[in-house]
């Protein structure tokens, strides 16, 4: 649970199932897949998820572009555009839903993993508390944070994947894993985005 999860809304269950092939080479967990509105709500409210990468024409409609603003108003995770649509009017209308990125199909697996690195770091920096100290932290929560915990933090604010923090600290990944849910668990949370969030109502 600890890893990077991913949802994707898209209604065509091939290219669903290559970008969930894409994902699999890199540390990201694809926690579920949406083919339409309906699935993609009940995912929001089942799954705890850290990104988003969201088609804006779902069986010829522009749900995405409703889904977006669900997400903007609920669930506060950073979300991509995935989409065929290049015209001027369609990028407007995206634009107003604040999308971490706007990829334009055919895209490839390097385009993918660029996308979702980029987002994911500045998702966590426009989030990043002022007051964003262990101290400060540790006065407004129940059960403290370790050194290390807060160290596993600002890795997740600068975007590090599991891998990268385990090279960073010369530990293993699972010793990563173990330090984020212990992580999330005294901040009441499920994930990434969701600790992300939940600081900056504690520290702002």
């Known amino acids: 649970m600890a890893t990077i999860r991913i949802l994707i809304v898209e209604d065509e269950p091939l290219i669903a ?13 694809v926690c579920a897949i949406a083919h339409n509105k309906g699935q993609a709500l ?15 024409n779902l069986g010829g409609n522009m749900d995405g572009l409703e889904i977006a603003n669900i997400i903007n108003d ?3 995770i950073p979300f991509i555009f995935l989409t065929s649509y290049s015209h001027k009017s369609i990028i ?11 990829i334009l199909k055919p895209f490839n697996e390097k385009d ?20 964003f100290n262990l ?29 990268q923090m385990a090279e960073k600290h010369f530990v293993s990944v699972n010793t990563i894993k173990t330090h984020l849910q212990n992580l999330y ?20």
């Not at 089942?46 to 088609?55: C, H, K, R, T, V």
């Not at 668990?185 to 702002?204: F, P, Q, T, Y």
């Open 17 to 29: 199932e290559d970008i969930r092939e894409y994902l699999s080479n890199i540390d990201y967990s």
């Open 42 to 56: 009940r995912a929001l409210e089942q799954e705890a998820l850290d990104m988003i990468l969201l088609d804006i």
């Open 74 to 76: 609920q669930y506060h």
């Open 92 to 102: 407007e209308q995206a634009k107003l839903s604040r999308p971490m990125g706007y």
């Open 112 to 131: 993918l993993y660029s996308s979702i690195e980029i987002a994911l770091y500045n998702f966590s920096q426009g989030a990043r508390p002022r007051h």
């Open 135 to 163: 101290e400060h932290i540790n006065q407004r929560i129940y059960n403290p944070l370790t050194e290390k915990e807060f160290e596993v933090l600002k890795a997740v604010y600068e975007g590090c994947t599991n891998k």
């Open 185 to 204: 668990d005294k901040l009441g949370v499920r994930s990434r985005s969701e600790a992300i969030v939940k600081l900056r109502e504690l520290l702002s």
